[in-house]
T-cell receptor, first 110, second 113 residues
């Protein structure tokens, strides 16, 4: 069966510090991968999606970036965090019509 | 431009009642409509989904009703329970093979005991 992992589960970072969130998927090959951000009490904002290694599409211009160094690994990064980057970050994968979400990373920028 | 509009933003229902969440879409090319359930601090989980070749799909206490001509679909939760308290998202996509989903803004459901 397929499993999606995200780490860390929670993160508290100062403004201006770098960021690296990692997502890995098990049990499937060549999945589409997605990064979403969810502000408190709000909906799901698609940040990046990838249909293959090295192929990244950005949905929202911002100080975040994504990379896909391996088929089942998706990384979200920032060189300098802003207060507005706080939120719940969700990784998801799909190989058919529906998307499966990971457990999420709660990021607080102080 | 938001392509899937969801209402209400929040909903309070008594235990045993019926919870109804509505979504409307604009893009007539959408042909897959899933609903996701999200508990606090967790990732959304696929709850139930429908394609436009049927007008209704039922799984246990959860039913999706689909009105293609009106470009609307809704989630009905029968005999609502406190454990159903969560945020519900409708979504839509075009085709299969990993097409991206367009999500509604979410409905926060509270079921009072």
């Amino acid at each position: 069966s397929q499993t999606i992992h995200q780490w860390p589960a929670t993160l508290v970072q100062p403004v201006g510090s770098p960021l690296s969130l990692e997502c890995t998927v098990e049990g499937t090959s060549n999945p589409n991968l997605y990064w979403y951000r969810q502000a408190a009490g709000r909906g799901l904002q698609l940040l990046f999606y990838s249909v293959g290694i090295g192929q990244i599409s950005s949905e929202v211009p911002q100080n975040l970036s994504a990379s896909r160094p391996q088929d089942r690994q998706f990384i979200l990064s920032s060189k300098k965090l802003l207060l507005s980057d706080s939120g719940f970050y969700l990784c998801a994968w799909s190989a058919d019509s529906w998307e499966f979400f990971g457990p999420g990373t709660r990021l607080t920028v102080l | 431009q938001q392509q899937v509009k969801q209402s209400p933003q929040s909903l309070i229902v008594q235990k045993g009642g019926i919870s109804i969440i509505n979504c409307a879409y604009e893009n007539t090319a959408f042909d897959y409509f899933p609903w996701y359930q999200q508990f606090p601090g967790k990732g959304p989980a696929l709850l139930i989904a429908i394609r436009p070749d049927v007008s209704e799909k039922k799984e246990g206490r959860f039913t999706i009703s689909f009105n293609k001509s009106a470009k609307q679909f809704s989630l009905h939760i029968m005999d609502s329970q406190p454990g159903d308290s969560a945020t519900y998202f409708c979504a839509a996509s075009i085709g299969t093979s990993g097409s991206r989903l367009t999500f509604g803004e979410g409905t926060q459901l509270t079921v009072n005991p």
